[in-house]
């Protein structure tokens, strides 16, 4: 069995430029996240927020997989529900990811199973090797999707295709994925991570300001229907305007 060095960190981060490379570092249970995981994204996600020189983010996964989702080893390990449920919320990573103000890129390969499934969904854009296959085991396990996935996958293919995804649990492969819009981009595994840092320079070439302006207008205007997401383009578009 292939251990992980105690000391080594769930989350790696590295900086390329102005693109922030976060990386799973669980490889050896294929970047299944527990707490210390959960908790050292978070603290990833907000130094690259925080960060000024950082103008887009990768997220990708070391070793076979970009993740397979909750780590089971830790599942009712907590003294209660409740203490479980504060564990789960005590820090928000996945609102974190979804409410970036920069362009976060998934860059994905293996296995990209239920959390790493919607954590991907959380991301801006998505780009996959061919070898990437999705999800969701979840429900086949008695449990509802617990990353969003409800709520992403919807949003991202319509409601049909996602209870297809979401209730039978059956899996997609790259080119499947890609087809539905799940991913953006397809290549090869080994120029995965070059593709990545490649789109996230050219997103560093926009204006800051116009990327978030461009993701709340688009995030924001899902919760709403056409006629107030429209005023909110305006709204946005003019205080935009009026700061130049």
């Known amino acids: ?3 992980q060095p105690t000391h080594a960190p769930a989350v790696l981060y590295d900086k390329d430029g102005a693109v922030a490379i976060l990386s799973l570092n669980r490889p050896h249970v294929l970047n299944a996240y527990n707490v210390a995981m959960r908790d050292a994204l978070f603290e990833a996600l907000q130094a690259a927020a925080d960060d000024p020189d950082v103008r887009a983010v990768v997220l990708r996964g070391n070793g076979p997989a970009f993740c397979t ?3 089971l ?6 003294p209660s529900a409740t203490a479980a449920r504060d564990v789960r919320w005590r820090r928000d990573v996945w609102g ?3 409410a970036l103000p920069k362009p976060v890129i998934a860059a994905v390969h293996g296995y990209v199973v239920g959390g790493g499934f919607e954590m991907a969904l959380l991301c801006d854009l998505c780009i996959a090797a061919e070898d990437a296959r999705f999800a969701y085991p979840e429900t086949g396990a008695g449990m509802i999707p617990g990353v969003a996935g409800t709520q992403t996958t919807p949003r991202a293919i319509g409601i049909g295709r996602a209870l297809d995804l979401l ?3 059956r899996g997609l492969t790259a080119s499947e994925a890609h087809r539905l819009g799940i991913v953006s981009q397809l290549v090869a595994l080994e120029t995965l991570g070059a593709a990545a840092v490649d789109l996230g320079r050219r997103l560093c070439e926009l204006p800051p300001a116009l990327v978030g302006n461009v993701k709340r207008a688009v995030n924001d205007g899902l919760d709403m229907n ?19």
């Open 69 to 71: 989702g909750g780590d």
């Open 73 to 78: 080893s830790e599942f009712g390990s907590a």
């Open 226 to 244: 056409l006629l107030d997401g429209l005023a909110l383009e305006k709204r946005i578009e003019r205080i935009a305007s009026s700061r130049h």
């Open 96 to 98: 974190l990811l979804r």
């Open 167 to 169: 209730l039978t649990g």
């Open 1 to 3: 069995m292939h251990r």
